[in-house]
């Protein structure tokens, strides 16, 4: 098995970056700067482009940079788009083997105790309905697996159905 896949994604797709950071895949959001900028980055960094800039796709290609172009209006349209073209390592990988990223800034995130969120001052009627909650190791955002977690599970799910056929 290869290394899970690390992205880059440019400046239209940071509702898209953050949703693979959830899904735990290191995911850059590059806003500032040009294309052979963000080309350098990827080139350094062996990052797949995310991108649904027609001209910017086939010119990383043409460098023999990977890039995935971004179809479609929904979340879901832009996952399925991103996994067809990564292809079944991706599809293997969601959701398994893996904690989170933070959505915010991409930092690793790490599982803290109850005690530790109630300290860091996690409501009380959400520290009474979940278990598993996190910190980012970079921002210190807190994190817990609630609703919008389970939103993206489902999400997942039918987007590697949809990929698959
Ligand atoms: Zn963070």
Redo the contacts with the bound molecule.
């Keep these: 098995m290869g290394a899970r896949p690390r992205f880059i994604a440019d400046a239209m797709q940071g509702s898209l970056a953050r949703k693979l950071r959830i899904f735990g895949f290191d995911t850059l959001y590059f806003r500032g700067g040009g294309d052979p900028e963000l080309e350098g980055i990827a080139r350094r960094e062996r990052r797949l482009i995310l991108t649904s800039d027609k001209a910017l796709f086939a010119h990383a290609q043409g460098r023999g940079l990977r890039a995935v172009l971004v179809e479609g209006r929904t979340d879901r349209a832009w996952l399925v788009s991103v996994l067809r073209q990564v292809g079944p390592e991706m599809n293997a990988l969601m959701g398994k083997g893996g904690a989170s990223r ?1 959505a ?2 991409n ?1 690793e995130l790490e599982v803290i105790s109850k005690n530790e969120a109630e300290m860091k001052g996690v409501p009380a009627k959400v520290l009474a309905r979940h278990r598993l909650f996190f910190r ?1 190791s ?2 210190s ?1 807190l994190y817990w697996r609630g609703r919008h977690w389970d939103r993206l599970r489902r999400i997942s799910s039918s987007v590697k159905t949809k990929a698959l056929t």
Aim: with cysteine; hydrophobic share 10%.
């Design positions: 933070c915010v800034c930092g980012c970079s921002c955002r």
